[in-house]
């Protein structure tokens, strides 16, 4: 990578390649973004949700990234002719020169510069060379078809699970060296030769869908044309194996994903023709049907689907060729879980040295980062994964060498100690790591050693495997005890319980031996769980990390083990030293101090923040604070008294009075799922539900599996936007702050002329959780961190839902904040800018508040 000298000067608006007629705030936006990305900065950027935000990042990326490839090449060329110039003048004055040997030193010096700089050059026209034979031979080729019905090859092109089940035992520590030749990875491994490295643009978001609107927007502007974009994506999206597809869970799709890719018959086996190498082989992953696929990828923008579909019509792998192609793309999409983790950036061969990062909708990034950190492992699993590593060491004992049956003995010594600490009663826990390994006795046991030995052998898969293997062994008679195999399969069964909220088992050991009868649909059999030494490795590696970064929650209540990541700059320090530059983007950034104090102590310098309005007039959003309700009794909606009597039915009135002035629809967020069902149960028992009915229809979000889940929830949101047409007063839709309609859902326009937020939603302050991550903050940040990062979760829930409403430039809406909480100063700060400061504190009532709504859309109709 060559770094220039001159620096750069931010172009003018017209010059961004924007597709439209920028608003100012995008027009500033770019330009500051392009600033901060040529003086290696930091930035972080909040530009409310429905201003382009996400358009505007990669056309001043990009911009950025085209002016500084030019000035790489154009300045390598003249440092190359300067540098010649300078060598040949040493020279001449060396011949002439008493002292030679300062003459040589300087001689020298030029020399190797000069070479570097040559090699540079070479090597930026070796790949100059080769992307200019890419867009050559794919306009020769043709462009591969995306049919719906080419999405998926034929079940018969996949290995059948039998053959995945004669994975090779660990017999051997020949075994573990020929594993070691076939990491997951071998299949996309890139070159290993030098070559030129140019800046590439790492963009992240939550979700697929939002990057995939990414390239949508990006074919519509001139970089489309030619920034080669890759978008990267886990096995469950990019797969076109119909038998790997199938499988039910993405533990599962990787497990036999890696079979595939690795597994190997032994010499033995196929001297006597008992097996074959292509046994477990996946024919799209060859190179030789990949390596198209990602050419054409690097030619044209592609989301995930049109990936997967042009992978399906030419019979390649998309997951491996976006892999080997990444390398080459100047602009990579990726979801969050790629990036922030290390293991996945190792696992893709994610280079971030010199790169820029765009972190969008980085609202909670904290979190995210937390989340993705954090392990959780349960009692069902340890049940299985003792039972699992029993019966493989029984089997294999003879077969093991010393050293890999000291690793298997000592793994399950750790199983069955965590287990012992999860049987015992008593309340929930918070422990360091140290405290842990030493209350389960095996704080003498070498913990990276155990890490590495499992992934050498790849004893997760080989478990699984052998897991399935005896699913097909012979049933004994009733007399005997039951097998293994049937005891997996009741622990597997429990386990599913656990995850769906059933109650809790007793341990196997404790459990009658007599095998029962059970109805098939009961019992889960172990190909359908994915393997249970994985989240088990996957907690024993966090409890490697710093013991001062993290706490092991030890709940036997819920018959829980869960490693709490407490700081997450541990693991983003790499991502802030390695790239060249990083922004960080939202629609809601503020309160902001949390963030720069937890990931970017260290170099405040860098870091540049700026906040934009919204791109809607100042008179297209109404937001007002009651402190009172129509009664002129204080609203304060907090846990002690939103269920009271009193203040259910001040919320009544207050919903049929705005009801009554707001047209179309109108969307109430409450705390809680319980609380929205006592808010409803007190409008049907009062009348007041059917009073509302008569001037809009009623729909509520619910938890779990119904309006709370993604089918659900579209199918709500469409009857919601049916009744808004049908209907001449509209619709209420009572949903939940945090709940599926509160964040990445828009409610532009008719759906959403009406916001009201009600009360101020806490999280459960009393929640181990919680207590322990403020209590990290006050001995880290100082006393009072720990409240500023509860009052933020309860400010960032509220801004999202506030969010939901205003999506364009012509849009308009009312905005209620139902709590006197909100007429403080220091909580109107911490709301949206575009909010805070057009917001009005009804101090004269509620029927001011009515009057100046009907005034709003009156003067709209």
Request: hydrophobic share 40%.
């Amino acid at each position: 990578m060559y770094s220039p000298r001159k620096t750069l000067t931010a172009p003018a608006a017209q010059d961004f390649g924007f597709p439209y007629t920028p608003y100012a705030i995008q027009e500033q936006l770019m330009q500051q973004l392009f600033l901060v990305l040529e003086r290696k900065q930091i930035g972080i950027f909040e530009s409310p949700t429905g201003t382009g935000k996400s358009l505007t990042l990669t056309c001043g990326a990009l911009t950025w990234l085209r002016q500084h490839e030019q000035l790489v090449r154009a300045e390598l060329l003249q440092r190359i002719g300067e540098v010649e110039a300078e060598l040949c003048r040493l020279q001449a004055a060396s011949a002439q020169a008493e002292d030679w040997i300062t003459a040589q030193s300087n001689t020298r010096a030029q020399r190797e510069e000069l070479a570097q700089l040559q090699r540079l050059r070479e090597l930026l026209q070796q790949k100059e060379q080769q992307l200019d034979q890419i867009k050559q031979r794919q306009k020769q080729q043709q462009r591969p078809a995306r049919r719906a019905g080419e999405l998926l090859l034929q079940a018969a092109a996949a290995p059948s699970a039998e053959d995945i089940a004669t994975e090779p035992e660990l017999n051997s520590d020949e075994d573990e060296e020929e594993a070691d030749e076939h990491t997951d990875h071998a299949l996309a491994e890139q070159p290993t030769e030098e070559r030129f490295r140019d800046v590439q643009i790492f963009y992240c978001s939550r979700t697929h869908s939002q990057l995939a609107q990414i390239v949508t927007e990006l074919r519509k502007t001139p970089h489309g044309q030619h920034a080669r974009c890759i978008a990267l994506g886990s096995r469950q999206q990019l797969c076109i194996n119909a038998q790997v597809r199938r499988l039910p869970n993405l533990a599962l799709i990787n497990e036999r994903c890696l079979d595939m890719a690795k597994a190997k018959a032994s010499s033995h086996a196929i001297a006597n023709k008992k097996a074959s190498p292509s046994l477990y082989s996946c024919p799209p992953k060859g190179p030789a049907h990949w390596q198209n696929l990602n050419q054409w990828a690097l030619s044209e923008p592609l989301d995930i689907e049109e990936l997967a579909a042009a992978g399906a019509a030419c019979g390649a792998c998309p997951y491996y060729a976006t892999r080997a192609a990444q390398a080459q793309a100047q602009l990579v999409l990726l979801p969050y879980s790629l990036l922030l983790q290390r293991s996945s950036r190792q696992q893709l061969g994610i280079d971030l040295r010199g790169a820029i990062i765009i972190v969008d909708e980085a609202h909670n990034l904290l979190d995210t980062i937390a989340q993705l950190h954090s392990s959780e492992l349960s009692l069902g699993q340890l049940q299985l994964a003792r039972q699992q590593l029993a019966a493989y060491k029984e089997r294999y004992a003879r077969r093991l060498s010393s050293a890999n049956l000291l690793r298997l003995n000592q793994l399950l010594f750790v199983v069955r100690r965590l287990l012992q600490l999860l049987e015992s009663s008593g309340e929930p826990r918070l422990l360091r790591t140290y405290q842990l390994s030493a209350e389960g006795d095996f704080y003498n046991i070498d913990l990276h050693a155990l890490l590495q030995f499992c992934s050498r052998t790849r004893l997760a898969q080989k478990l699984h495997a052998f897991g399935l293997r005896l699913q097909r062994e012979p049933q004994p008679s009733e007399n005997r005890p039951p097998p293994t195999q049937q005891l997996l399969q009741r622990l597997a069964a429990q386990h599913q319980q656990c995850l769906t909220g059933g109650k809790r088992k007793q341990p196997a050991a404790k459990e009658p031996v007599t095998p029962q009868p059970q109805p098939k649909s009961s019992v889960v059999p172990s190909s359908a769980v994915p393997s249970p030494l994985r989240p088990f490795l996957a907690f024993l590696e966090t409890l490697t990390s710093n013991a001062a970064d993290g706490r092991v929650l030890l709940n036997p209540k819920t018959c829980t083990l869960k490693y709490l990541l407490l700081n997450p700059a541990e693991h983003f320090a790499d991502i802030v030293s390695e790239a060249r530059a990083l922004i960080i983007a939202g629609g809601t950034m503020q309160p902001t101090h949390e963030l720069t104090a937890q990931l970017f102590a260290h170099c405040p310098e860098r870091v540049v923040q700026r906040f934009y309005s919204h791109v809607v007039p100042a008179d297209a959003v109404q937001p007002f604070v009651l402190p009172t309700g129509p009664t002129g009794a204080k609203l304060c909606f907090n846990y002690a008294q939103r269920a009271s009597p009193a203040m259910l039915q001040e919320l009544s009135m207050v919903l049929q009075n705005l009801c009554g002035v707001l047209p179309a629809g109108v969307v109430c967020f409450l705390p809680s799922y319980d609380y929205l069902d006592t808010v409803y149960g007190h409008l049907e028992q009062s009348g007041a539900l059917q009073r509302l009915g008569q001037r809009k229809r009623i729909f509520r979000e619910t938890a779990g599996s119904g309006s709370g889940g993604v089918g659900g929830v579209e199918q709500l949101l469409q009857q919601y936007a049916d009744a808004i047409g049908q209907n001449a007063g509209g619709a209420l839709l009572l949903s939940v702050v945090g709940g599926k309609l509160s964040e990445g859902l828009n409610f532009a326009d008719d759906l959403g002329r009406g916001v009201i937020v009600v009360g101020m939603p806490y999280p459960n302050r009393t929640a181990p959780e919680l207590k322990e991550r403020m209590r990290h903050l006050d001995e880290t940040l100082g006393s009072g961190a720990g409240n500023e990062y509860y009052e933020n979760l309860c400010m960032k829930a509220v801004n999202q839902c506030i969010g939901r409403s205003v999506r364009h430039i012509r849009d308009y809406a009312c905005v209620y904040l139902l709590d006197e909480r909100y007429a403080s100063a220091r909580i109107q700060q911490k709301l949206p800018a575009w909010i805070a400061q057009h917001i009005t504190v009804a101090s004269d009532g509620f029927g001011a508040v009515q009057a100046r709504t009907a005034r709003f859309f009156k003067a709209r109709s």
